[in-house]
Structure formats: structure tokens, C-alpha cells
């Protein structure tokens, strides 16, 4: 049974950083693809990154250019890198592993 634990969200201000990081077990992990999604209040959640086992990527149009997904294999962990933050970011954000398996989920509010 695969478990996903996200870590690293928080409030942060317009324009900050911030480094979310999931780490899973019961798992291969080297060969399934990672995701992260995050849902803002009244609304629906969303792809935010992808990223395979070959290490291809892809973002959500809202993100390119801001946000950085990052896998490794050896520590069974997916990171999402953040950069400047806005408030329109401010979601739940959760790892999905293979299309299927759900992290619990980390809060991130950008905030001045």
C-alpha cells in the first residue's frame, strides 16, 4: 500500500519562496510517474506539475517559469520547488503517485 507525506507549506508573502517535498513508501517509486495538484477553496483541484519516471516535465500554464518539479529515486521523495509566490497560489497542495495514490495534503497561503 503506498503512503505519500507531503511537507514544507506555510505562509509565505507575495514574491517568497517555497519548497514542498512528498515522500512516499510502499512503493517502487522509480518507475511511476509524480504529480503534484493543489484545490483553492471553491475550487476544483488541478494539475500543477508532472513529472515521469524519465524525468519528463510538464506545468500548469499558471506556473511555468515559477515552479520547479524534482524527483529522487533514491529517497523516494517528489519536491516542488516555488518561486515567486502569489496570492493566487494559495491552495492545499497533494502529491499523487501513479495517477491514483493521494498525499493528505499541505497548506500554502501567500500573504501579505
Known amino acids: 500500500q503506498v503512503q505519500l507525506v507531503e511537507s514544507g507549506g506555510g505562509l509565505v508573502q507575495p514574491g517568497g519562496s517555497l519548497r514542498l517535498s512528498c515522500a512516499a513508501s510502499?512503493?517502487?517509486?522509480?518507475?511511476?510517474?509524480m504529480a503534484w495538484y493543489r484545490q483553492a477553496p471553491g475550487k476544483q483541484r488541478e494539475l500543477v506539475a508532472r513529472?515521469?519516471?524519465?524525468?519528463?516535465?510538464n506545468y500548469a500554464d499558471s506556473v511555468k517559469g515559477r515552479f520547479t518539479i524534482s524527483r529522487d529515486n533514491t529517497k523516494k521523495t517528489v519536491y516542488l520547488q516555488m518561486n515567486n509566490l502569489k496570492p493566487e497560489d494559495t491552495a492545499v497542495y497533494y502529491c499523487?503517485?501513479?495517477?491514483?495514490?493521494w498525499g493528505q495534503g499541505t497548506q500554502v497561503t501567500v500573504s501579505s
Open positions: 499523487n503517485h501513479g495517477g491514483t495514490s
Open positions: 510502499g512503493t517502487i517509486f522509480s518507475i511511476y510517474t
Open positions: 513529472i515521469t519516471s524519465g524525468r519528463s516535465t
